[in-house]
């Protein structure tokens, strides 16, 4: 048996040697930008789940499986039906005079998973996901407060599911001796109502979970930034993740990866079943849940070409490792709700240097009161040292509403203090 040392040394050796030969198919551009632009059309109607829209996304994913010659894989066809309550129909359920009464003003909404399989004969399946809801006319989870409006989501998420269907056809005409896995090809539904789809498939698996090897995930890929930097969240989900990770470069991509496998994407429903999971990621932006995040000037297509091909450079090295080792991870950082005050600020999370730099502000907010800009880096809150986006939430469990506090950060490399007022 040879060392894990050994192993570990070979197993980069070889990415580097493969990393020559993997290119994307002849077209891929086009096809990228083809299929984002249809996702994140008007006539998608924002693709909210259980909608007209959303079914028209479905067909669309469905006519490309059909064309790379995938089999439906769904419960009995291409679609995995899953239903839910609506926000705040339970609640309604609750506030009536009779039971009967609070289920008749309760309506259940079907959503559905779109799903195709490529049988190549193996022993174990990897599993390729994004989800292609988005938010409709504005629900719940829209960050916009104008007037209705169609949420088109061409980053949250038509640009993951372009990937997932470029890798699609790729997978399809690769040389079937060089194919690791199976491939089983999700478009998840409901992830904007709280990962409903991917929730659905674990606990109905259209295929045995235990046959499944990993799984990869795309959400939000669309907006490649100039330092090109993608992040890779969920490494900590297998020991087999950083050496691969680390001996493929694609493009000049600047790699940031975090271990947790929890997060607020599909890959977290997969890691709780106890699969290696990871999610690709370009970054959060100001258009995010809002009408604004359409296709027209704002996404680029190139960086999307450069991320399905850094895909595609992990699935190759990828293809000995039959069943990746599963190991759990440190949880991922708490959300706002967990703490008494909050300064709404939206973190950078491809952001790697010391301190929580800021992508935006909400306004109304203590960190938009406050002063807080795009850009700035919170360097100190109160007594606080903020090393990073952990200590960051550290630091916020250690206020109360009605407080005040200086916080110190770091604007165009000049050292700004502002007073915050907790509310």
């Known amino acids: 048996m040879k060392s894990l040392s050994t192993l570990l040394v070979a197993s980069v050796f070889s990415i580097g040697c493969i990393a020559q030969t993997v290119k994307l198919p002849k077209n891929a551009l086009g096809r990228l930008e083809l299929n984002v632009a249809a996702l994140a059309n008007d006539f998608m109607e924002g693709r909210g ?46 506030k ?134 993608l992040a890779i969240n969920g490494v900590g989900t297998s020991p087999s993740w950083m050496p691969v990770i680390n001996g493929i470069s694609v493009d000049s991509l600047v790699i940031v990866t975090s271990e947790s496998g929890m997060g607020a994407s599909d890959h977290t429903s997969f890691y709780l079943s106890d699969i290696p999971a990871v999610h690709f990621f370009t970054g959060q932006h100001e258009d995010y849940h809002k009408p604004s995040d359409d296709f027209e000037g704002k996404i680029n297509v190139k960086g999307m070409a450069s991320v399905t091909n850094y895909i595609q450079h992990v699935i190759v090295a990828m293809d000995d490792e039959v069943k990746p080792a599963f190991t759990k991870t440190k949880d991922a950082s708490p959300s706002a709700s967990d703490f008494k005050v909050t300064l709404g600020v939206m973190p950078d999370y491809l952001y790697s240097g010391k301190g929580l730099r800021i992508d935006g502000c909400k306004d109304g907010k203590p960190g938009a009161k406050a002063g807080l800009m795009k850009g700035d880096t919170i360097m100190k809150l ?42």
Request: aromatic content about 10%; cysteine-free; glycine content about 12%.
């Open 96 to 229: 009536g005079d009779t039971a009967s009464l609070g289920m008749a003003l309760v309506k259940e909404i079907t959503g559905r998973n779109v799903i195709g399989f490529i049988d190549n004969k193996a022993a174990t399946t990897l599993v390729i996901g994004a989800h292609y809801d988005h938010l409709g006319m504005g629900d719940e989870n829209s960050l916009w407060t104008g007037p209705k409006a169609i949420h088109n989501g061409a980053d949250d998420n038509a640009s993951g599911v372009s990937v997932m269907l470029e890798l699609a056809h790729w997978l399809s005409k690769r040389p079937k001796e060089t194919r690791g896995h199976n491939y089983l090809f999700i478009g998840f539904s409901g992830e904007e109502k709280g990962l409903l789809g991917s929730n659905h498939f674990t606990k109905n698996p259209t295929i045995p979970l235990q046959n499944i090897a990993y799984m990869i995930n795309m959400d939000m890929v669309g907006r490649l930034n100039k330092e090109r930097s």
């Open 49 to 94: 789940t259980g909608t007209a829209g959303e079914q028209k996304a479905a067909e669309y994913i469905v006519r490309d499986f059909s064309k790379y010659k995938l089999e439906p894989k769904g419960d009995s066809s291409w679609y995995q039906r899953f239903t839910f309550v609506p926000h705040g129909a339970a609640q309604i359920h609750h």
């Open 382 to 423: 109160g007594d606080f040292d903020i090393e990073d986006i952990y200590g960051y939430m550290e630091a916020l469990g250690k206020f109360e509403k009605g407080q005040s506090t200086t916080m110190m950060v770091e604007r165009e490399g000049k050292q700004i203090e502002l007073k915050v007022t907790w509310e």
